[in-house]
């Protein structure tokens, strides 16, 4: 029970590192583009 409880964690921390990376990455694609309109 104790295992199973750190994996599932484990991938929470996952999912969530990987949800603040795209929308880290969203950010940065907008930002370049207004760069370039400008």
Do not use: C, E, P, W
């Not at 104790?2 to 590192?17: D, E, P, V, W, Y």
């Amino acid at each position: 029970m104790i295992s199973n409880k750190i994996t599932q964690i484990g991938l929470l921390f996952i999912h969530a590192a990987i949800i603040v990376l795209n929308y880290d990455f969203l950010n940065r694609k907008k930002y370049n583009n207004a760069d370039i309109n400008i």
